[in-house]
C-alpha cells in the first residue's frame, strides 16, 4: 500500500494490513487495522476458431485449462460485422459462437474477456476469426442434345476462384445411365463436359451443380436441365428411273 492509501494485490490470500496516520506538528498518531483478500483472477487457455464461410451461422471457439469456480464470459469484437455477447455462462469447449450469416468475409480480431462471478475477477484474451468467401456458379445455357450424342456442355461463370465442382442427378436420370460426378473432380476454366448416356431417352433430366474453392467453402446449389431431343423420323426415299 503506498501513502495515498492505494492497495495492490500482489500474490492470492489474505493481507492483515495497519494504516497510520500522524499529526506532524504534535506527532500524536492513530492507527487501523483491516484485511483485504486478493482472490485469484479466472484463468482459460484458448484454440483457434477454425475459419469457416461466408454465410455460416456458427463458429467454434475451443478451450482448455480453464480455472474452477462461477464463470461467464464476454466477447467484444473490433466490428459491428459480428455480434458482442455479454455475461454468458461458460459452456463446455468448444464454445458455441453465433455468427451473422450476411457477415462480409474477411478476418476479424475481438476480445474475450472470462469473469468469475464470486470475486468478480476478470481475465481478458485476444480472439480472431476469418470468414472465407464461398464461392457461386452461375449457367450460362442448359445443355442440350440430340438423342444418340454423347457429350454436352455446360458453360458457366463463376466468382471467388473455384477450383473444383460435383454434380448430382435426379433419378430418373441415374436410371436412365446418367453418373454423378463426385465432389472434388478440378473445375474446367469455362466448359464442363457432360457424359449423356446413348441410351437415355429423349426427354428433360434435371441435375444440380455445386463448386468449391481452395478453402473447402461450397456455393449454393445450382439446378439444370439436361435436354435430349428426339431424331427425326428416317425420310423416306423413292428412286426412280427415267
Partial sequence: MDNTGFVKGVTVGTANITYTITNATTHCSNSTSFAVNVAALPTITLGNIPAICSGSTTASLPYTAVSSGSLKYDIIWNTTSLTNVSGVDLTA?????????????????????????????????????????????????????????????????????????????????????????????????????????????????????????????ISPPVSFSMVIHPKPPLPQVNITSN
Fill in 93 to 217: 469447449s468448444p464454445i458455441q459462437l453465433s455468427i451473422p450469416a450476411n457477415a462480409p468475409a474477411g478476418t476479424y480480431t475481438g476480445t474475450f474477456s472470462i469473469r468469475n462471478t464470486t470475486s468478480s475477477c476478470t481475465s481478458s484474451y485476444a480472439i480472431s476469426i476469418t470468414i472465407n468467401p464461398t464461392p457461386t456458379i452461375t449457367l450460362v445455357t442448359n445443355p442440350n442434345v440430340c438423342k444418340g450424342i454423347t457429350n454436352a456442355t455446360l458453360t458457366y461463370t463463376s466468382t471467388n476462384n473455384p477450383v473444383s465442382y460435383s454434380i448430382n442427378w435426379d433419378t430418373t436420370a441415374i436410371t436412365d445411365g446418367f453418373t454423378n460426378v463426385s465432389t472434388d473432380t478440378p473445375l474446367p476454366s469455362s466448359t464442363i463436359n457432360i457424359v449423356v448416356p446413348a441410351t437415355a431417352n429423349a426427354t428433360s433430366y434435371t441435375g444440380t451443380i455445386t463448386v468449391k474453392n481452395a478453402n473447402g467453402c
